[in-house]
Nanobody, 120 residues
Framework: QLQASGGGLVQTGGSLRLSCVAS????????IGWFRQAPGKGREGISN???????FYLNSVKGRFTISRDNGKNTVYLQMNDLKPEDTAVYYC????????????????WGQGTLVTVSS
């Protein structure tokens, strides 16, 4: 299973680091994606790190968010800087072998979500 954590309340321009810890399997054999669901909206894929380290970012977060993995800790991180009110959402991590990093059906294991709230 996956456990996402690190959410919280932050002011505009602030930073948070989300963590996604796996138990029962090794993350390094999977691609890991971060998704988010804002209030009243559908879930969207915002970032992904492939097994080979290749990364993907949605344009709206590119340059502000950084995804990384620590295989020794079986953890993937999402460093979020310069946060904006529109980043307010529940953030989920997921593991799988997606051919397209933003497509939910490409992921097999999902974490429970962590809430990020950015105040203006």
């Amino acid at each position: 299973q996956l456990q996402a954590s690190g959410g919280g309340l932050v002011q505009t321009g602030g930073s948070l680091r989300l963590s996604c810890v796996a138990s029962g399997f090794s993350l390094d054999t999977y691609g890991i994606g971060w998704f988010r669901q804002a209030p009243g909206k559908g879930r969207e894929g915002i970032s992904n790190i492939h097994r080979d380290g290749t990364t993907f970012y949605l344009n709206s977060v590119k340059g502000r968010f950084t995804i990384s993995r620590d295989n020794g800790k079986n953890t993937v991180y999402l460093q979020m800087n310069d946060l904006k009110p529109e980043d307010t959402a529940v953030y989920y991590c997921a593991a799988g072998w997606p051919s397209i990093p933003t497509i939910e059906s490409g992921y097999d294991v999902w974490g429970q979500g962590t809430l990020v709230t950015v105040s203006s």
